[in-house]
């Protein structure tokens, strides 16, 4: 009788694979995988006693240590496998998000100054709000949209937040404070 190859019967190991795509350049290394697309490269270590990776071309393999893995296993290892593909597709589109400026009550001004994203006049306030960005995101402010753009979905997603995060507002009414930078589209 065959056994399948992809998810196994729970008595046995449970091993997966993902399928690379031509335009993108695989390797793993001490459980490090390297990626190289159209759009430019990424790497991630991922570190657990409990799976190991291997690449043979075409598939980067996906393989549980545990001689009889359970279900938490077969969670940690099928999380491996969506960054990985999360991964892939940043090598190959990118992702993006979108966030909208409100200023009702005080004009805000917003600006990239190196590796800040500063926000001036909130609330009046006197002194700016400023955040960080995340290394390999490019933020770019036109008006009042603001786009966050990356090949890391991580950090693509964080730096958002932190923007939104930034012009947080608190011991005043949020439904008549409505200014801040909100997210309008995720990645």
């Given at each position: 009788m065959p056994i399948a190859t992809n998810h196994m019967a729970s008595h046995d190991r449970f091993d997966t694979d993902i399928v690379v795509p031509d335009n993108v350049k695989a390797s793993v290394y001490d459980n490090t995988v390297h990626l190289e697309g159209p759009k430019g490269t990424l790497s991630r270590t991922f570190?657990?006693?409990?799976?190991?990776?291997?690449?043979?071309?075409?598939?980067?393999?996906?393989?549980?240590?545990m001689q009889k893995p359970n279900r938490a296993d077969k969670m940690l290892i099928n999380t491996c496998r969506a960054h990985i593909r999360n991964l892939i597709k940043g090598t190959q589109e990118g992702y993006h998000a979108e966030l909208k400026v409100c200023s009702g009550h005080f004009?805000?001004?917003?600006?990239?100054?190196?590796?800040?994203?500063?926000?001036?006049?909130?609330?009046?306030?006197?002194?700016?709000?400023?955040?960080?960005?995340?290394?390999?995101?490019?933020?770019v402010v036109s008006g009042e949209t603001i786009t966050v753009d990356g090949l890391?979905?991580?950090?693509?997603?964080?730096?958002?937040?932190?923007?939104?995060?930034?012009?947080?507002?608190?011991?005043?009414?949020?439904?008549?404070f409505q200014d801040g930078c909100y997210i309008t589209k995720k990645p």
């Amino acid at each position: 009788m065959p056994i399948a190859t992809n998810h196994m019967a729970s008595h046995d190991r449970f091993d997966t694979d993902i399928v690379v795509p031509d335009n993108v350049k695989a390797s793993v290394y001490d459980n490090t995988v390297h990626l190289e697309g159209p759009k430019g490269t990424l790497s991630r270590t991922f570190i657990h006693p409990r799976f190991t990776l291997s690449f043979e071309t075409p598939r980067i393999f996906i393989k549980s240590t545990m001689q009889k893995p359970n279900r938490a296993d077969k969670m940690l290892i099928n999380t491996c496998r969506a960054h990985i593909r999360n991964l892939i597709k940043g090598t190959q589109e990118g992702y993006h998000a979108e966030l909208k400026v409100c200023s009702g009550h005080f004009p805000i001004t917003v600006a990239v100054e190196g590796s800040m994203f500063v926000v001036k006049n909130f609330l009046g306030e006197k002194y700016p709000r400023k955040t960080s960005l995340y290394p390999g995101v490019k933020v770019v402010v036109s008006g009042e949209t603001i786009t966050v753009d990356g090949l890391d979905i991580e950090a693509v997603g964080q730096t958002a937040a932190c923007i939104e995060q930034s012009t947080r507002i608190t011991n005043r009414d949020r439904r008549i404070f409505q200014d801040g930078c909100y997210i309008t589209k995720k990645p």
